[in-house]
């Protein structure tokens, strides 16, 4: 039984006597929270993003190198510092064991980068198949780690889930941190954790964007524009497999012009080159087909072969037929309640653009009585915030020590 560690741009194998040993020295590598090596670390992991030639190709790259700019980080230690309990003094849980999404390459890097900041050894389990986006910024990671001599407290690896690495570490970790959906949630929880360790998990999720017809449409060419670019974003990003990727597009009030919007969208797709292969339109094709066969869309198209719409009457039984890729439900509502049956405990982020502070308002009542955890601007929907799934990371990836 081999665990295979990322190091240095290189991959290392190692046995299990090393990693308990490894495992038994994280125990006494734990730091005080804000250390100024840790800043520095973040500050040259944010420069290399920023300047990376792959930002064109992949601009999650620049999202993430802007989120760990020190002017950012310094924002969100400022305001965990303001909200501390008086007497109170962060310190580490511990050991945080992480285990990152298949689907998303960079999510996991905002919680690993925020464990790092509080002082927490971390243990990162990656996914055994890499894409090639996952493998550049894990070797950026490890690569400055080593150059600030903070490769020994963070090991990122790979192992067969059957290894028993995941019992191990789980059993020593203070903190576990889930990402990957309900199925993988519920194998993991299935690993011992010791009474004095929680994990954060973070469950499959629906996201909805919603939209101020009126507003929309009397909206200048340049705002209407904006507005697709944004949703491009939203939805393109992580091939619409993000949790905050909206699965339907909502508009409030009815629209003069259906396809307004998604033409842009398509145009923005093709301009960009992320027409999707042949076999992706055959299965989109399919599921569009088999929507309308569920009763769930009374008109489906699909706007040449790269977003696929079914438009019909609100049910909640939409999120089991999504596909991903550029497949929309499209609904038109007189009221914001009649969006309520799309609201639950999986919702997450709703997405928004046009609507005024009353019907802002209406909404987050409506998500406080069935289900929602996120009100972002249209663009955002993907961003990263310390305050996720309705956890503060900062707070959830530390303790507190009461002083007299």
Known sequence: ?????????????????????????????IYQPFSKKKLDVLNALSQKFLRSELAAEYP?????????RPASIKNFINEFEENLQKNCVPA?????FHLPPENVDTMFIYSWAISYLMGNANLVRLPTKLNKLSEWIIGVVTETLDKYDELETNIFCKYSYESGFNNLFSENCDVRVVWGGDKKISKVSE?????????????DRQSLCLIDSKKYENSNEKVKSEVAEKLFNDIFWFDQMGCGSPKAVIFFGVLKNKDDLYKRLVNIVEKKNKIPETSVIISKFVNLNNIAGKGLSSNSRSIKNVLNISEGKINKQIFDYFHGGGSLFHFEIASLDEISPLLSDKTQTISIFGLNEKNEKKLIDLMIK??????????????FDKIWDGVDLFSALSKLIKLK
């Not at 790259?61 to 760990?68: A, M, S």
């Not at 690993?191 to 469950?203: D, E, M, Q, T, V």
């Open 92 to 96: 580490p849980k511990g050991i945080a």
């Open 191 to 203: 690993l011992k954790l010791k009474p004095s360790a929680n994990s954060i998990n973070f469950p």
């Open 60 to 68: 999650q790259i620049i999202v993430l190198g802007y989120w760990l």
């Open 1 to 29: 039984m081999k665990l295979e560690i990322f190091e240095k741009s290189k991959n290392t194998e190692i046995a299990l006597a090393d990693v308990e040993k490894k495992l038994f020295n994280l125990k006494t590598l």
């Open 370 to 383: 069935h289900g929602g955890l996120r009100v972002v601007d249209i663009g955002d929907a993907l961003s």
